[in-house]
């Protein structure tokens, strides 16, 4: 190490940080050469990107997957203007990503006129302090080295999320004159998981035990899928997941009844207002969900580490749950105490078992009931034109083959996820939603999700609105430019239509035309060529498919790209609704 910003690559690469994604700037030039020139380009490599927003949603995707931070590089106060959205969106996700960035010379006489004045600011992390779970400007080389683990350490501590370090360039510049210590890792452990309260346990489970028509409400309870299926398969009890976390319970199980906010959310809504007691496990928002039930109570156990996730800027806390019980631990821990407890304390008395059948049985008849009507509906609309999703997310399954089960959905559509199309049945199958609820995220995370996956088996797949696909594009390129095989599936109905609705929904209040809706909404005038810009920037590009028949087809011609480790769009026309 010669330089300072030696001292961050060796720190980058001892923390196995194995990526940077980045769009260049000479805020942090200094560590810019000790990655290709001191590290030789290597753990971590250069990941490129054309935007800010990219290349933290890249790091927020790849941490989706891994569970892991990988690094984003951003340019100065602009650059980090430029990526306050996607680090809000993995704030939101409580996904670990690492924020590297530059400003100065702080010592003014060392700065160049103009450019390094415009692009120094005070406290430059305040820019994204209220949504960051630290951030840090190390004023010396020296300091460098304990930033950057401390900053490692909070971004995986659960609840995690994203941290910011600020990098002086004259101290990444500066040639070290005294040899600077760097911490021996292999001697520090990562911090432990949160483990529950025995005490919580064994009241939760004699709740559970007691209760006549308990539910399970799940959200990132973790990747431990035998644990949670034991738990909800020894109390027979029906469950629901949501689509804004991961996939963690098979989705085909016959207890599982539906997922919040997709079109089978009115199951969900039915079985909580049935409920007599709620086990939510890290849920996003459990209090909005029990308020499905219009006030009549019902007997929370709420295992969250939500409440460490807590700050005043963002209300992303949600309104407060009324829990008789908060246990705040690691979701995978906290249900294996739970699974372990019960069995304990059902014991084998015949009665309890009896009751737990007819529970099981009760569950199972409603969800296939459901999954029927759901069938049925989708079925009905399958030779639409302009084309429904469930058709196209059929094809598309269809098409993946024997590789459908450990295909990866990165990203879901903001139009209604349909049911009973596409089944989640293995950890990571779904990796949840962005977070934030920020239009321009997606791409990135899927592409991220993507780097994460290569080289395993697993495919990648993005369902994107036209106007997320058009809000951050440019993340093909960086697929394209890098060899990362992944799938978008652009569910094109030519419009903004979440928002379509929105002044549907305020015309019809003040009692003026509904018709005007589509003003200042739709994109078909002119049509975006999602096919041509694909292949303008690299990738492979098929549609616009506007014939449902034509699917099929397509989805096999593009998935050929995906195994030649090419990324590779498919425009599809479909109907809103
Ligand atoms: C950064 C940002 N800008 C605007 C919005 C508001 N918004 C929410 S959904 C939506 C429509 C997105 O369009 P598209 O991806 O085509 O999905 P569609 O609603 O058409 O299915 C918009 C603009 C947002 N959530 N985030
Ligand atoms: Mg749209």
Redesign the pocket.
Known sequence: MEWGSDVVAEMLRRLAIPYIALEPGASFRGLHDSIVNYLGNDAPSLILCNHEEVAVAIAHGYAKFTGRAMAAAVHSNVGLMHAS?TIFCAWCDRAPVLVLGGTGPMDATARRPWIDWIHTSYAQGELVRNFTKWENQPASVGAMPEALLRAWQVAHLEPRGPVYVCLDVALQEQKIATPVAIPDLTRIAPPSPAAPDADLIERAVALLVRAERPLIMLGHAGEGWSDVVALAESLGAPVVTDRLSPASFPTDHPLHQGTARTQSNVAVVEEIRAADLILAIQKVDVAGAVRERGGDPVELIDVSLEPYATRSWSADYQAVPLAALSITANAGLAVAALRGALTRALGDSPSARRRIEDRARAATARSQKRRGEWTAANQARRAERPIHLARAIAELRTALGDRAAQTILAQG???PWPAATWEFTTPKSYLGADGG????SGTGIAVGAALAARGTDRAVVAI?????ML?APTALWTAAHHGIPVLFLV?N?Q?????EEHQDHVARVRGRPPENRWIGQRMDRPAVDFAGLSRDLGAEGFGPIEDPDDLGATFRQALRALEEGRPVLVDVRIV?R
């Open positions: 959205m559509p903001l139009a609820a920020g239009v321009g994107v609105g036209d106007g997320e809000a569910a109905n419009s903004y239509y979440n928002d809103p």
